[in-house]
């Protein structure tokens, strides 16, 4: 059967609404999430080089996971049949009982290597030197099929890409798909056992374009490039940029003619919630098993790593977290209530979004397109078009000019995310109610046929997403208070902070149109000695206002009179009886810098924000500048620091742009502040 909606699942989304003082929700994320060190070298134009670690391109473990375990497009049965097929046959289409087509990417001509992060180099296992060869240049645009013969038409693996569906903007759009993405192989990092998925964007037509080109801009690659490294660098889970490449006899008609560019970049796993929406939508039960059963025992690497029930799924507040390690076929919970290993992935998928999201909210990330096309199995942010990072803090903001009713609105991100969660459930709801039925052969075959067999199933599917429901929330509120704790300076959460301290300053800076990422870079710097009286405290307030604001005095006195909580609540935390002065009002100078210290690690003074990338964008395109480029990602890649230019980095001395760090981390020209963009790229 096919398992239906249910206005119970639609209005779990609702229940999830935050009021403004929860709008905007980090605890440690789970381990296949790991924050890299940013600290190996430049790798456009570096200015000298560190220890050339890694594999070359040729010797670097490749793998076809995904092709080799699920079915592929009967049009073309074997890469052969798609090779042999003239590129430019290779068209829009709708494609079925399939997760994929064989199809490689259009050759290019001259193409240009612009740019490669080299934190993504050294996580994929290349050492960076490899950027350099021809080898490299001609794979980063498709020109060259790792794993493929074309004189004999053979190899252990071809390019090829997905096949899904999607909500788009609340509504069903049918089938979608890869239609510009193109992946050339699944590449294992021979140090950290780590496997990836390498992907083109913008590397032709394919059965999944529509009415499309098959090609991406420049504008738009150059701002996934930085905003897909710069995020990880920030401890949030993302894919990742490996190169950037100018296809100069590309030109892409979009609102314009513009230049065409291919991003080549990679993730564990490229599948997203619309590749099980696709499959509902065309009621086809056994590929959902078998899409699941991949995603389970492939991409998560086994049903024992999946958390285990909770002791009360609803209270998961007060639950201890979940264990893993449970076979494969053991049943949880009460009859009636019982999670089978596929309710386990379920809230897997769930627990890692939600953690995700909570990261977004804390560091003021918008996706902007938040469809369920665009929404990762694995909890990564995914498919960049009209994001931001938050100016003025405003939970109404979107970045996407299309979103006339604030659907993406930084507000709804926690929602939205819930929202799609449900619309997987309704795909997986079948499994999901099938509790004790799940391995029976009949059920397997034929599901159920009668509404009284039914109805069990129904119950139980219901109960376990809203029990879900409850733990999504708790592991975002936990998430986003852990790194709000860390953001403000504090080692400890009290269970009034976040009424007392963090609400206060979210209203405030609302009010007054505060920046929400120099606030908490600037409160970094701010010695607890220097608020110890009123007087300090309106004084130092001056320093969380645009230079181009005029800040009256109860504006001052407001942020004055938070400064005074949260100096009463730094002392509390970091003050001790060897340290605090005699009156037990101050914390010791060298606690404080330690605070301060690891304020500034949490903190970042760079990011990549839109006017920021909007000037990039420029220079590059339109005034042939190549090292702004250099520049823009050594800082992505170390958010953290106080400056850049003349800093050692792995050994050597790094040469930047003073000036231009100084601009790009101060405070945001008026004409920049809350920039929107279209999903036009």
């Known amino acids: 059967m096919r398992f239906p909606p249910t206005v119970r699942c639609l209005a779990l989304a609702q229940r999830l609404r935050p009021s403004l003082a929860t709008q905007a929700l980090y605890h440690p994320f789970f381990s296949t999430f790991s924050t890299f060190s940013t600290s190996s070298p430049a790798m456009v134009a570096a200015n000298g080089t560190g220890p050339d670690e890694g594999a070359t391109l040729a010797d670097l473990p490749k793998s076809w996971h995904f092709t080799s375990s699920l079915p ?62 021809e080898e490299f240049k001609q794979t980063v645009v498709g020109n060259k099929l790792h794993g493929w013969d074309e004189e004999t038409l053979s190899g252990p693996g071809y390019p090829w890409a997905q096949c899904y569906g999607g909500f788009q903007f609340g509504d069903w759009a049918g089938q979608l798909g890869d239609g510009r993405a193109i992946s050339l192989f699944e590449a294992t990092n021979p140090r950290t056992g780590v496997r990836y998925e390498l992907q083109l964007k913008g590397a032709g037509l394919t059965p999944y374009s529509r009415f499309a080109d098959g090609k991406a801009v420049l504008r738009s690659s150059i701002r996934e490039f930085v905003v897909s490294e710069a995020l990880n660098a920030l401890g949030i889970p993302s894919t990742r940029a490996l190169a950037l490449s100018l296809l100069p006899h590309s030109r892409v008609r979009r609102e314009t003619i513009e230049p065409g560019a291919i991003v080549v970049r990679f993730a564990q796993s490229w599948l997203r919630f619309g590749n099980f929406d696709i499959l509902r939508a065309r009621g086809d039960r056994d590929l959902i098993r078998k899409l699941a059963t991949y995603v389970a025992e492939d991409v998560y690497g086994g049903w024992e790593f999946l958390p285990s029930r909770l002791t009360d799924p609803s209270n998961p507040d007060t639950s201890p977290p979940p264990t893993r390690s449970i076979p494969k076929t053991t049943l949880e919970g009460p009859q009636g209530a019982e999670e089978n290993r596929f309710a386990r992935l379920f809230r897997e998928i769930a627990r890692r979004n939600a953690a995700t999201v909570a990261h977004w909210q804390a560091y003021g990330f918008l996706n902007g397109v938040l469809n369920t096309d665009n929404t990762s199995i694995l909890g990564l942010s995914i498919d960049f078009g009209p994001f931001a990072f938050m100016d003025t803090f405003d939970p109404s903001y979107t970045p996407n000019h299309d979103d006339h009713f604030l659907r993406y609105s930084y507000r709804n991100q926690p929602t939205i995310i819930w929202w799609n969660l449900v619309r997987l459930a309704e795909s997986l709801g079948e499994l999901l109610g099938a509790g004790p039925l799940v391995d029976d052969p009949t059920f397997i075959a034929s599901g159920v046929s009668t509404e009284s067999e039914a109805a069990p199933l129904i119950s139980r599917a219901e109960k376990i997403i809203e029990q879900t429901a409850d733990e999504y929330k708790s592991v975002f509120l936990t998430t986003y208070k852990s790194l709000m704790t860390r953001r403000l300076g504090l080692k400890t959460t009290k269970s009034t902070d976040f009424d007392a301290l963090l609400s206060p300053l979210l209203d405030t800076m609302e009010a007054l149109s505060l920046d929400y990422s120099l606030f908490f870079r600037r409160l970094s710097s701010l010695p607890i000695s220097s608020l110890s009286t009123s007087e300090a405290r309106l004084e130092a307030a001056e320093r969380f206002f645009y230079n181009d604001t005029s800040a009256d005095e109860a504006a001052r006195t407001r942020v004055a009179e938070w400064l005074g909580l949260w100096r009463e609540r730094v002392i509390e935390d970091w003050g001790s009886l060897g340290e605090w002065g005699s009156n037990g009002s101050a914390v010791g100078s060298e606690t404080d810098e330690e605070r301060m210290k690891a304020m500034k690690a949490v903190n970042p003074n760079f990011v990549p924000r839109g006017w920021i990338l909007d000037e990039i964008i420029r220079r590059v395109e339109k005034e042939g500048e190549r090292d702004v480029l250099r520049r823009v990602m050594r800082m992505a890649l170390h958010p953290f620091e106080e400056s850049w230019d003349g800093k050692e980095f792995g050994g050597v001395i790094y040469q930047g742009d003073k000036a231009e760090e100084e601009r790009w981390t101060g405070d945001v020209p008026r004409a920049g502040r809350a920039l929107q963009c279209s999903c036009s790229s």
């Not at 798609?82 to 590129?87: A, G, I, Y």
């Not at 490689?104 to 001509?109: A, D, G, I, N, V």
């Not at 994929?124 to 490899?130: C, P």
């Open 72 to 133: 592929s497009d009967p049009y073309f049965p074997s890469p052969a049949e798609s090779h042999k097929t003239p590129r430019e046959q290779i068209g829009p289409r709708q494609v079925k009982k399939a997760l994929y087509t064989w199809v490689r990417p259009e050759l290019q001509k001259d193409p240009e290597l612009l740019a490669v992060s080299p934190a993504a180099m050294r996580d994929i296992g290349l050492r960076q030197s490899e950027a350099e060869t």
